[in-house]
C-alpha cells in the first residue's frame, strides 16, 4: 500500500505530506483547491515525463517522495500482465503483453537498487528548472525506465477519461485475458510471432533480386581477391617506407659516404695519415718526458676509433644499393598500399578487417540457397506452433467470455444498471491449420495495398468487440456506441472491479471517474469503491459525498494564502470535519444538510 506521499514545490503546494490509510481513501474539496496535484504528484514519482512549468513560481526544483509497504510484492512471483497507465489506448503496444517481474527484490538486485528496509519501497523523484532529472530507488539513482516499471507493479491510475480507451478492440482483449488469467499463454504466443519476425527479417535480407545479388557476389569476390592478394602484414608500411627512402636516395648516400671515406683515409692528408704523424709525434713527447704518457694512450683510443669508423663507413657504403628495379618494386608496393586505404581503411589492420568482413558475407551470400532453405524450415515449424498456441488461446478465450460477462453483469446491476446485458463478441479470421496464409507483408491482389489475409498478431488470432446494452428489451450494441459518458465510466469502474480479484496491483487510484452520476448510481459507486477497498488500497479523488462517505479515510484539499502566496494543503478529517465537508458537498452548512452527512456516516 501507498503509506506516504511527500510533495514538495510543485504547482500550489509548497510542502505537503499525505499519509495514507489502509482501504478506501478520498480526497475531497473546492474546484481549483489543489485535487488534481496529488494525482500529477503520483504520476511523476511513478515514471511520467516531468513539465517544468508545473514547479512552483520562485522555486529552481521540486520533488516527489512516496513510501510504499511492499511486504506481498516482495515475494512475488514472475507474471505476466497487459500494459496500463504508461501505454495509451490508441497504441499498438495495447496489443502487446508485458513480461512481468521476478520477486521485487530480485529486480532491485538485478538494477543495482538497495534493498527494502522494513518493507518500505521509497520512489523520489526531483526535476529542475534548468531540465535536470534524477531518479531514486531507496536512494539509489536510477533511470526514468526503472521508475516507470517498478511503478506499474504498484498503482494503477483509473482517471476520468480512461473510460475512452475502452473503446478500443486492443484493450477489451488486455482486460479478457486479465480475467481469464491468459497472460502467459499470450505472452508466449507473442514470442512465437516476434521469432517468427526475426526470421523473415532475415529471410528478407537474403532475398535481394538477381540483378542486385550478382552484383553484390560480383564486388565482394573483386574486394576479397585484391586484398588477399596483396598480402599485407599489418606492420609492412613503416618498413617498405623506410626501404624506399633508402634506395630512392641510394646515389646520394653513396657519395656522401665515398666522401666521409676520402676524408678518413684515401689521401696523404687524410685523417689517418695525420693521425699516424701525430702518434709519432707524441711518442718522442713522451721519450722526453714520461708523464706525458696519458696524452699517448689518448692518442690511441682515438686511432683505434677512427679505424673503426673507416670500417663501418666501408661497410655501409658497400650495402647501399643503386638498384632502379628495386625502387620501382617499392614505389609500386607503396602504390598500392595508398590505393587499398583509399577503399577499405586508414590502416593495414583496417584493411586487412574489411577483407575478412567481405570474406564472411560472401561466403554466406554464395551459401543463401542453403540458409534460406533453412530459414523456411524454421518458419514452417514455427508456423505450425503459432497455429496451435493460437488455436489454444482462443479457446481458452471462448470458455472465459461467459464468466467475464457474467461477472461483469453483476457489478453493472450494483451500479445502477439493473436490466443491462454485458456481452463479448469474439471473431477468429483464420481458416484451417495454415498460418502460412497470415503472412503480414502480403499484398492484396486488387493493388489496394491491403492485407490478403489477417495479420499475425502477437496477441493471438482472436478479435473481440465488449457489447452493452443499458436497457431491456435492446440489443447489446458495441461499446462505442454508447453515448452518455456516466455510462461508460460505470462500464469501466464494473470491469475494474471484476479485474480488482484478478492482479496483484496494491493501489487503485480513481481521479473523478464518478462525473455525470448522481443520485442512486452515485451511493452505487461509492459502495463498489468501498468493496474493491476490501482487497485492494483504493485512494479516490471525489465530488460526490455519496462515494466519499463510505471511505475508511477522508481528507480535503484546501487553498490557503501566507505571507501574500496562495498555497494548497491537505487535512485528514475526524468525524466532526467529515460532517462539515459532506454538507458543503450536499450544498451548505444547514442544519438538513448536516444532520444528511451524519446519516451518511452511519
Known amino acids: 500500500m501507498l503509506t506516504t506521499l511527500r510533495i514538495k514545490n510543485l504547482a500550489l503546494v509548497a510542502d505537503l505530506t499525505l499519509e495514507l490509510q489502509p482501504g478506501c481513501n478520498v480526497v475531497t474539496g473546492e474546484t481549483g483547491a489543489g485535487k488534481s496535484i496529488i494525482i500529477g504528484a503520483l504520476n511523476l514519482v511513478l515514471g511520467e515525463r516531468a513539465d517544468r512549468t508545473l514547479i512552483r513560481s520562485g522555486s529552481d526544483a521540486c520533488s516527489v517522495e512516496a513510501v510504499f509497504d511492499v511486504c506481498a510484492l516482495l515475494a512475488r512471483k514472475p507474471e505476466r500482465r497487459a500494459p496500463s497507465r504508461h501505454v495509451s489506448a490508441d497504441d499498438d503496444q495495447l496489443a502487446e503483453t508485458v513480461l512481468g517481474a521476478p520477486a521485487l527484490k530480485t529486480y532491485l538486485d538485478e538494477n543495482g537498487l538497495e534493498p527494502c528496509n522494513d518493507n518500505q519501497l521509497v520512489l523520489k523523484r526531483t526535476f529542475t528548472s534548468a531540465g535536470t532529472n534524477l531518479q531514486f530507488v531507496n536512494g539509489s539513482p536510477t533511470t526514468l525506465n526503472v521508475l516507470a ?12 477519461h480512461d473510460h475512452q480507451s ?49 552484383q553484390q557476389l560480383d564486388l565482394l569476390r573483386f574486394q576479397v581477391k585484391e586484398i588477399e592478394s596483396a598480402r599485407l602484414h599489418p606492420d609492412e608500411e613503416e618498413q617498405v617506407t623506410q626501404e624506399h627512402n633508402r634506395a630512392s636516395n641510394a646515389a646520394k648516400l653513396l657519395q656522401l659516404s665515398q666522401a666521409a671515406l676520402d676524408l678518413l683515409s684515401e689521401n696523404e692528408n687524410s685523417l689517418l695519415t695525420q693521425a699516424g704523424v701525430m702518434g709519432r709525434t707524441l711518442q718522442e713527447l713522451q721519450r722526453v718526458d714520461a ?27 658497400d650495402k647501399v644499393d643503386v638498384d632502379p628495379a628495386r625502387l620501382a618494386e617499392l614505389e609500386e608496393r607503396l602504390n598500392l598500399i595508398q590505393s587499398l586505404k583509399r577503399k577499405y581503411g586508414a590502416t593495414l589492420a583496417e584493411i586487412i578487417a574489411f577483407g575478412e568482413d567481405a570474406g564472411e558475407k560472401l561466403q554466406s551470400l554464395e551459401s543463401r540457397d542453403a540458409e534460406l532453405a533453412r530459414i523456411n524450415a524454421a518458419l514452417a515449424k514455427l508456423d505450425g506452433e503459432l497455429s496451435r498456441a493460437g488455436k489454444n488461446l482462443s479457446a481458452a478465450r471462448r470458455k472465459v467470455i461467459p464468466q467475464l460477462a457474467k461477472a461483469a453483469a453483476k457489478q453493472l446491476a450494483d451500479l445502477g444498471f439493473k436490466q443491462s446485458k454485458f456481452d463479448v463478441e469474439i471473431t477468429t479470421p483464420f481458416v484451417g491449420d495454415e498460418v502460412t496464409s497470415l503472412k503480414p507483408n502480403e499484398s492484396h491482389p486488387d493493388g489496394s495495398g491491403l492485407t490478403s489475409s489477417p495479420t499475425i498478431r502477437s496477441t493471438g488470432f482472436d478479435e473481440i468487440e465488449f457489447q452493452f446494452s443499458p436497457n431491456l428489451g435492446e440489443p447489446p450494441k458495441p461499446l462505442r456506441a454508447i453515448a452518455s459518458s456516466g455510462e461508460m465510466a460505470r462500464v469501466m469502474l464494473a470491469l475494474k472491479t471484476v479485474l480488482a480479484a484478478q492482479d496483484e496491483i496494491p493501489v487503485l487510484i480513481f481521479d473523478e471517474v464518478d462525473a455525470n452520476i448522481g443520485g442512486e448510481t452515485a451511493n452505487a459507486v461509492g459502495e463498489k469503491m468501498k468493496q474493491i477497498a476490501a482487497k485492494r488500497q483504493v485512494l479516490c479523488i471525489t465530488h460526490l459525498p455519496q462515494v466519499a462517505a463510505p471511505a475508511d479515510a477522508h481528507y480535503v484539499v484546501t487553498k490557503q494564502v501566507k505571507d501574500g502566496r496562495t498555497i494548497s494543503e491537505i487535512t485528514l478529517l475526524d468525524r466532526k470535519s467529515r460532517v462539515t465537508e459532506l454538507a458543503r458537498m450536499l450544498g451548505g452548512q444547514s442544519d438538513a444538510a448536516r444532520k444528511h452527512a451524519e446519516a451518511m456516516l452511519k
Open 149 to 160: 516499471t517498478i511503478g506499474e507493479w504498484l498503482v494503477d491510475i483509473h482517471g476520468p
Open 166 to 214: 475502452l473503446l478500443h478492440p486492443a484493450k477489451q482483449l488486455a482486460i479478457l485475458d486479465a480475467f481469464g488469467g491468459l497472460e502467459n499463454e499470450r505472452g508466449a504466443f507473442g514470442d512465437l510471432v516476434h521469432r517468427r519476425a526475426v526470421l523473415e527479417t532475415e529471410k528478407s535480407a537474403l532475398i535481394v533480386d538477381e540483378k542486385s545479388y550478382a
Open 291 to 317: 708523464g706525458a704518457s696519458a696524452l699517448t694512450e689518448l692518442h690511441s683510443q682515438a686511432a683505434a676509433s677512427f679505424g673503426e669508423l673507416q670500417a663501418e663507413l666501408s661497410r655501409y657504403a
